[in-house]
């Protein structure tokens, strides 16, 4: 130990130490572990027995203890210690607007220099200060405090965030508590001032992905709202996907066997989740809720009755014109009567087949076509009675949309994709675009928007396919449908497992861990918990498929199937 700190070996050594806790206090990005390194380092350097760092709350009134350590006494507290810190902040203020100075943290904060007691004990020495709770301290724990340094750490803009406490200066050599040296305190001052930037850079971080986190909840909350045919879709999903990706890194084993993500790849997982819909802000409303096959902006049902309307009132004026030529009035009532009763059994039928529904035969599909022929005069000109665009949504075999409706809807994963390819991500949320870009993808290729296959997906991605088909299953806020039960749930995707539809691995874990179950503790009416057939799941078998040749996959991995790359103009 070198006993002279004024020497050039010393100060080298000194500089050496500063330089080495600057380039980690800049790696560090977790706060609690930012926190405990400045202070351990501080005490390293002045081999102080104790320490205290505050951190300036947001209001900027008080000093709230983020990290307490004590070699003598063993105390550790705050930082990362998992110890929580039981003592209440130090206001900076006394009433009002009033400077706060009596004690050494706050004057250090307040005067913006260090402020170091060499005896806390010895008479004269405080300048007004107050002591006495560190004196009262001292009694409860059968320690004395002698020495103390308060180091203000401030951030680019001047500003104080946080003040660094030292206590008791010991020398190594003797092991007697001294005053802090002028050199060491030199020392602190200069380390105080990187931790400061240190900590200004954290808490810039946090500010901008809180920012960020705030404007992708703000962007799914939107989505959400846009549609009632969505429900709270998008602020589930996330909250299902993070559920079953924890079920999946405590599995021992099996292919998910040591499966783990990092903080930043848990981020880059929830980043994904909240934002897999946010393509469906260009779906045109008017198709995302199409509740009927008529309906665009408004449903055209009203078109077809108006124009029935108007055959009702033509077979009314035939009547009255057989009359007048001198039909008999019974042939002329039983041929109005025959013709109502058409017009109404026809009416009747297409208001039927323009609700979706799960099949139309094509009896049903010939009869619209035949009814769509009829003649009508509007406006003096005749013309057929349903226009082909009427006709060829009538004829929707099942739901309501047309096949290019269908894939205008399903097109929102091409803008999902591409909305979120134009961001500059920075690295550690690089995989956002495929976690978010892949939930309705298949296993064997039938999915959309690229057609990818198994095993050319990550596990984040194939994890938010199942989460966003369990929760659109047992949702129960779609004016559309009821909130279907878990045996119902789990049973259709144990057929979209056997179609590999589902990754047939994660499903059976997403079985086995009982997550769709916790989940539908906590999100689903009581009435949907039933029971589950798990074995019976289990023993699915998923439909053999062949896998292309690695160039063929590549491709599709690159671009948008062609029915999709015309929603973009290619």
Same mark, same amino acid.
């Given at each position: 130990?070198?006993?002279?700190?004024?020497?050039?070996?010393?100060?080298?050594?000194?500089?050496?130490?500063?330089?080495?806790?600057?380039?980690?206090?800049?790696?560090?990005?977790?706060?609690?572990?930012?926190?405990?390194?400045?202070?351990?380092?501080?005490?390293? !350097?002045? *081999? +102080?027995?104790?320490?205290?760092?505050?951190? /300036?709350?947001?209001?900027?009134? #008080? %000093?709230?203890?983020?990290? @307490?350590?004590?070699?003598?006494?063993?105390?550790?507290?705050?930082?990362?210690?998992?110890?929580?810190?039981?003592?209440?902040?130090?206001?900076?203020?006394?009433?009002?607007?009033?400077?706060?100075?009596?004690?050494?943290?706050?004057?250090?904060?307040?005067?913006?220099?260090?402020?170091?007691?060499?005896?806390?004990?010895?008479?004269?020495?405080?300048?007004?200060?107050?002591?006495?709770?560190?004196?009262?301290?001292?009694?409860?724990?059968?320690?004395?405090?002698?020495?103390?340094?308060?180091?203000?750490?401030?951030?680019?803009?001047?500003?104080?965030?946080?003040?660094?406490? !030292?206590? *008791? +200066?010991?020398?190594?050599?003797?092991?007697? /508590?001294?005053?802090?040296?002028? #050199? %060491?305190?030199?020392?602190? @001052?200069?380390?105080?001032?990187?931790?400061?930037?240190?900590?200004?850079?954290?808490?810039?971080?946090?500010?901008?992905?809180?920012?960020?986190?705030?404007?992708?909840?703000?962007?799914?909350?939107?989505?959400?709202?846009?549609?009632?045919?969505?429900?709270?879709?998008?602020?589930?999903?996330?909250?299902?996907?993070?559920?079953?990706?924890?079920?999946?890194?405590?599995?021992?084993?099996?292919?998910?066997?040591?499966?783990?993500?990092?903080?930043?790849?848990?981020?880059?997982?929830?980043?994904?989740?909240?934002?897999?819909?946010?393509?469906?802000?260009?779906?045109?409303?008017?198709?995302?809720?199409?509740?009927?096959?008529?309906?665009?902006?408004?449903?055209?049902?009203?078109?077809?009755?108006?124009?029935?309307?108007?055959?009702?009132?033509?077979?009314?004026?035939?009547?009255?014109?057989?009359?007048?030529?001198?039909?008999?009035?019974?042939?002329?009532?039983?041929?109005?009567?025959?013709?109502?009763?058409?017009?109404?059994?026809?009416?009747?039928?297409?208001?039927?087949?323009?609700?979706?529904?799960?099949?139309?035969?094509?009896?049903?599909?010939?009869?619209?076509?035949?009814?769509?022929?009829?003649?009508?005069?509007?406006?003096?000109?005749?013309?057929?009675?349903?226009?082909?665009?009427?006709?060829?949504?009538?004829?929707?075999?099942?739901?309501?949309?047309?096949?290019?409706?269908?894939?205008?809807?399903?097109?929102?994963?091409?803008?999902?994709?591409?909305?979120?390819?134009?961001?500059?991500?920075?690295?550690?949320?690089?995989?956002?675009?495929?976690?978010?870009?892949?939930?309705?993808?298949?296993?064997?290729?039938?999915?959309?928007?690229?057609?990818?296959?198994?095993?050319?997906?990550?596990?984040?991605?194939?994890?938010?396919?199942?989460?966003?088909?369990?929760?659109?299953?047992?949702?129960?806020?779609?004016?559309?449908?009821?909130?279907?039960?878990?045996?119902?749930?789990?049973?259709?995707?144990?057929?979209?497992?056997?179609?590999?539809?589902?990754?047939?691995?994660?499903?059976?874990?997403?079985?086995?861990?009982?997550?769709?179950?916790?989940?539908?503790?906590?999100?689903?009416?009581?009435?949907?918990?039933?029971?589950?057939?798990?074995?019976?799941?289990?023993?699915?078998?998923?439909?053999?498929?062949?896998?292309?040749?690695?160039?063929?996959?590549?491709?599709?991995?690159?671009?948008?199937?062609?029915?999709?790359?015309?929603?973009?103009?290619?």
């Amino acid at each position: 130990m070198i006993s002279d700190l004024s020497s050039a070996e010393a100060k080298s050594i000194r500089f050496e130490a500063l330089h080495r806790i600057g380039v980690a206090l800049s790696k560090e990005r977790d706060r609690d572990r930012l926190v405990e390194s400045i202070l351990l380092e501080a005490k390293h !350097l002045c *081999n +102080a027995d104790g320490g205290t760092l505050y951190l /300036v709350d947001k209001p900027g009134r #008080e %000093l709230d203890f983020a990290m @307490i350590h004590s070699d003598s006494l063993k105390i550790a507290q705050g930082g990362s210690t998992g110890n929580p810190i039981n003592l209440p902040s130090i206001p900076l203020f006394l009433s009002g607007d009033t400077p706060n100075r009596n004690n050494v943290a706050t004057r250090a904060y307040h005067d913006q220099v260090p402020v170091h007691v060499p005896d806390a004990y010895a008479p004269g020495v405080t300048k007004g200060i107050d002591l006495s709770g560190t004196h009262a301290f001292d009694r409860r724990n059968n320690y004395r405090s002698v020495s103390l340094l308060a180091i203000p750490l401030s951030n680019s803009q001047g500003s104080v965030i946080a003040v660094l406490q !030292l206590i *008791n +200066a010991t020398d190594p050599n003797t092991g007697q /508590v001294t005053p802090f040296h002028p #050199e %060491l305190e030199r020392t602190v @001052i200069a380390l105080a001032a990187q931790a400061g930037i240190a900590l200004d850079n954290q808490a810039l971080l946090a500010a901008h992905r809180e920012l960020l986190d705030s404007f992708i909840k703000l962007i799914a909350a939107a989505i959400d709202a846009k549609s009632p045919y969505t429900g709270d879709h998008c602020e589930r999903v996330p909250v299902l996907a993070e559920m079953f990706t924890r079920a999946l890194c405590e599995v021992q084993e099996g292919p998910f066997a040591g499966f783990k993500l990092t903080d930043e790849e848990w981020r880059e997982l929830r980043v994904a989740a909240w934002l897999h819909d946010c393509g469906k802000v260009t779906t045109p409303t008017h198709v995302m809720d199409k509740a009927t096959k008529l309906e665009t902006i408004s449903d055209r049902i009203l078109v077809v009755e108006a124009r029935y309307e108007v055959l009702a009132r033509d077979a009314e004026l035939d009547y009255f014109r057989a009359i007048s030529a001198g039909r008999p009035e019974h042939e002329a009532s039983l041929a109005l009567e025959t013709t109502r009763k058409q017009l109404s059994s026809e009416l009747t039928f297409l208001r039927g087949a323009n609700i979706g529904g799960e099949f139309l035969s094509p009896e049903a599909r010939a009869r619209i076509q035949e009814i769509g022929a009829r003649t009508i005069v509007l406006d003096g000109k005749p013309q057929p009675l349903l226009d082909q665009d009427m006709v060829k949504n009538l004829s929707i075999a099942r739901g309501t949309l047309t096949e290019d409706e269908r894939v205008t809807i399903n097109g929102h994963m091409v803008q999902t994709i591409r909305m979120l390819e134009a961001l500059p991500f920075p690295a550690e949320l690089a995989r956002v675009p495929e976690y978010a870009g892949g939930h309705h993808e298949r296993m064997d290729g039938k999915g959309y928007p690229k057609g990818l296959f198994a095993g050319d997906m990550s596990i984040p991605a194939r994890v938010l396919a199942i989460a966003d088909v369990f929760e659109a299953l047992t949702a129960a806020d779609r004016p559309y449908k009821k909130g279907k039960t878990l045996s119902e749930s789990m049973r259709i995707m144990g057929q979209m497992k056997k179609a590999n539809h589902l990754d047939p691995e994660l499903f059976d874990e997403f079985v086995r861990s009982k997550v769709y179950l916790k989940y539908a503790e906590a999100h689903c009416a009581k009435e949907q918990i039933d029971s589950v057939d798990e074995a019976a799941l289990l023993a699915i078998r998923p439909e053999p498929y062949t896998l292309p040749e690695r160039e063929i996959r590549d491709a599709r991995r690159r671009d948008f199937l062609p029915e999709y790359k015309r929603l973009l103009g290619g």
